[in-house]
Structure formats: C-alpha cells, structure tokens
T-cell receptor, first 113, second 113 residues
C-alpha cells in the first residue's frame, strides 16, 4: 500500500538558516505529492504540491521537487524565519486512492531568533 | 468566504458515552474526510465520503461511524468512547474525485476519561 516517510524531528534552526526536511514515498501508479503545514492550534494548510515527475512546487519561499527516480519530495527553504515554526507534513494521493491522502508522521520545526 | 468548521473545539467525556463531532463546510465540496492526529502517527484516515449517502471506512474506522445526509455536513460519532480515542480530530473536504487538494477544519480536541 501507499506510505510516506519523513525525516524524524524535531528540527531546531536559527533564523536565516537553510532548511531541508526529507520525504520519501511508496505508491502505486503516479501519485500527486504535497506538503501541508500546521501552525500551533490550527488545522493543516496546503503549502505546495506537485502532480508529476520533475515538477517543482513552490510557495512562501519553500520549494520541493518531485523526484520519481528516488521517490522523494524533499522540502527546502533558503532562509527560515521565526514565523515558519510549525509542523510540516508530507502527503501523497495516488491513482488507486481516489482523493484520499496518505500522510507522513510530520516534522516539528522550531526557528529561534 | 467559504470555510470548513468543526464543533466543539474541545470536548471532555467519559468512557462508554456516545459522542458526536460536527463538521460543516460551505465550499459545496463533494468529498469529506475525518482524520485523527496522534503523536508519532501523523494523520490517519477514519472515514470518508464522496457524496450524499456515500460513506467509506478508512484506516482506523473501528469504534467510529459517519453519515452523509447532505453535502455540507459529515458528523463523526464515537459509539462508546474509549480512552484510546483521546486525540485531535480533523475534518477536511475536497472538490471531487481526482481533485486531491484538501481543505482542513481547525480541529476538535477530544479527551476521554
């Protein structure tokens, strides 16, 4: 079945540091890939998505590239801010799952000033 | 503006009681989902619906039920609450099958004593 594996957290960075959160997946067919973000006390929000191999999703300075050969969708940001502190979830939707999403465990990011 | 709401936001109940969590969306989306969020597990799918009168079991459906009598609402019922069901519950919706971007509610924190 489908599965998503994220790097273990929590991750603590200083402001303006470079961020990478690793995500790899197992899926049948050609899944769409997502990063969702959850700020404290809130629901999840879509951060970015990619629907086919080599697509790059980007939003708010975050980027992730759909790599079919390595089954990965790593999240990156060149310079994090304190306001980026949140939990980040990698997810996929495969052709066999209809509109259902399979989530990774989530990675807690804390950015210190 | 269209939105998705959940109520109550916080609930404390006792083992064995029946509990219903409400989810209401004004997006006019066909698809609705219920997830639970637990530390170390990310989000796990409980039940989902692709339209009125349609309901399906997810990954962790035991002890839960849903009904879909209209487009806007998908209430989640815990038939006989157990301590293992203490969790944060999120409702989400998406437009149609094949439309895989989901929009999440703010969550309900349920404690079963």
């Amino acid at each position: 079945g489908d599965s998503v594996t994220q790097m273990e957290g929590p991750v603590t960075l200083s402001e303006e540091a470079f961020l990478t959160i690793n995500c790899t997946y197992t899926a049948t067919g050609y899944p769409s890939l997502f990063w969702y973000v959850q700020y404290p006390g809130e629901g999840l929000q879509l951060l970015l998505k990619a629907t086919k191999a080599d697509d790059k999703g980007s939003n708010k300075g975050f980027e992730a590239t759909y790599r079919k050969e390595t089954t990965s969708f790593h999240l990156e940001k060149g310079s994090v801010q304190v306001s980026d502190s949140a939990v980040y979830f990698c997810a996929l939707s495969s052709g066999t799952s209809g509109s259902r999403l399979t989530f990774g465990e989530g990675t807690q990011l804390t950015v210190n000033p | 503006d269209a939105e998705i709401t959940q109520s109550p936001r916080h609930k404390i109940t006792e083992t064995g009681r029946q509990v219903t969590l409400a989810c209401h969306q004004t997006w006019n989306h066909n698809n609705m989902f219920w997830y639970r969020q637990d530390l170390g597990h990310g989000l796990r799918l409980i039940h989902y619906s692709y339209g009125v009168q349609d309901t399906n079991k997810g990954e962790v459906s035991d002890g839960y039920s849903v009904s879909r009598s209209n487009t806007e609402d998908l209430p989640l019922t815990l038939e006989s609450a157990a301590s293992s069901q203490t969790s944060v519950y999120f409702c989400a919706s998406s437009e149609s099958i094949g439309s895989d971007t989901q929009y999440f509610g703010p969550g309900t924190r349920l404690t079963v004593l």
